[in-house]
């Protein structure tokens, strides 16, 4: 069995494996502009974020109606119990379903009605993170939150995704300050794509408790020194920064620098349907291509758990099915 870790940094839309699209499409009446599945899979070659992310919003107009949200939720768990997911602290995009006429609370009550039994079905316990996206206006985003009011027991954190680039952090201070206003946690994806200096605003802008892929920290020696002192966790995601270039192979990811830098880091998949692996492969990418030893797996699993939303106590209980498991 895969050793137990969480999975922090996670699209749920990012999970939709092509044969799932196809069922979809053909429950929804709707036809793909591709023939087959593997007409569809074999369109995934990108050249960097935006060419993904094309894809990546054509491809949700297949999730219609509450069941498609909560079987591409339940085919997510199912995926993650067999990779050793033991919390998932799951991202979704209301924008890009709200955009296209599907009621926040279609998208909401679909992914909950899978997410709330998740614990007793798939010994997963979970969390829901709404994003915005970050290449719409601010005001769409204080929209969305305010959308969002009436579901609010049912989300943790706020994040904030899509394309990076010209899209800094600060343009997003005010809806962060009125998530955090209502009790919401907050994470941003910064320095995937963008320069270390959109981490630095993620901080001190939003107030980001954790940012998401993170990996540009290692252009700026202050910044690494910094997020090395106040342990922030960064949810790094190997495959993903191949896929989308970023890193131009997996041998030259800097993953293992910044653990030796003292980084708070963990191992995540972004959207593994679309990146060629789910957790555990990426784990396993790491071994066979970076040569990470069985106790840096150990530590990236537990430090997983540490980056987590969790409650003191299942964050400890859950570390401790770390220790007493071999990688
Ligand atoms: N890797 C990623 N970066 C930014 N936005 C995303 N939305 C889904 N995946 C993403
Ligand atoms: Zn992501």
Redesign the pocket.
């Known amino acids: 069995m895969p050793i137990p870790k969480a999975e922090l940094h996670l699209?749920i839309?990012?999970t939709l494996e092509p044969e799932l699209a196809f069922q979809l499409a053909h429950r929804n009446n709707i036809t793909l502009p591709y023939p087959d599945v593997q007409t569809l899979r074999d369109a995934y070659s990108f050249t960097d974020?935006q060419s993904?992310?094309d894809l990546?919003y054509r491809l949700m107009d297949v999730l219609r109606t509450e069941a498609d949200f909560h079987d591409l939720a339940t085919a997510y768990l199912t995926r993650a119990a067999a990779q050793g997911v033991r919390h998932a602290e799951i991202?979704f995009?209301p924008q890009a379903h709200t955009q296209r006429g599907i009621p926040l609370e279609t998208v909401i009550d679909g992914l909950t009605s899978a997410l709330d039994t998740s614990l007793q079905d798939h010994g997963i316990s979970t969390h829901l993170i709404l994003?915005f996206l970050r290449d719409q206006s601010a005001q769409e985003a204080m929209d969305t939150l305010d959308a969002a009011r009436p579901h609010l027991h049912h989300i943790t954190a706020v994040g904030l995704?899509?394309?990076?680039v010209g899209n800094p952090p600060e343009k997003f201070t005010e809806v962060f300050q009125a998530a955090a206003d209502l009790g919401l946690r907050r994470v941003a994806?910064a320095g995937?794509e963008g320069p270390a200096t959109y981490i630095w605003n993620a901080l001190n802008h939003l107030g980001a408790e954790r940012i998401d892929?993170g990996i540009r920290c290692m252009d700026d020696p202050e910044l690494i020194t910094h997020l090395a002192t106040t342990q922030t966790p960064l949810t790094v995601?190997p495959f993903?920064n191949v896929r989308?270039r970023a890193v131009p192979t997996l041998d030259q990811h800097p993953l293992p620098a910044m653990m030796d830098a003292g980084l708070l880091v963990t191992v995540n998949s972004?959207?593994p349907a679309y990146f060629g692996g789910y957790v555990h492969d990426n784990y396993l990418g790491l071994q066979h291509h970076l040569g990470l030893t069985d106790e840096q797996l150990r530590t990236l699993a537990r430090n997983s758990f540490t980056a987590s939303f969790l409650t003191p106590e299942r964050r400890d209980a859950l570390i401790a099915q770390v220790d007493a498991h071999t990688f």
């Open positions: 699209h839309e990012g974020l993904f992310l990546y991202f995009d994003c995704d899509s394309a990076e994806h995937e892929h995601c993903s989308l972004d959207d």
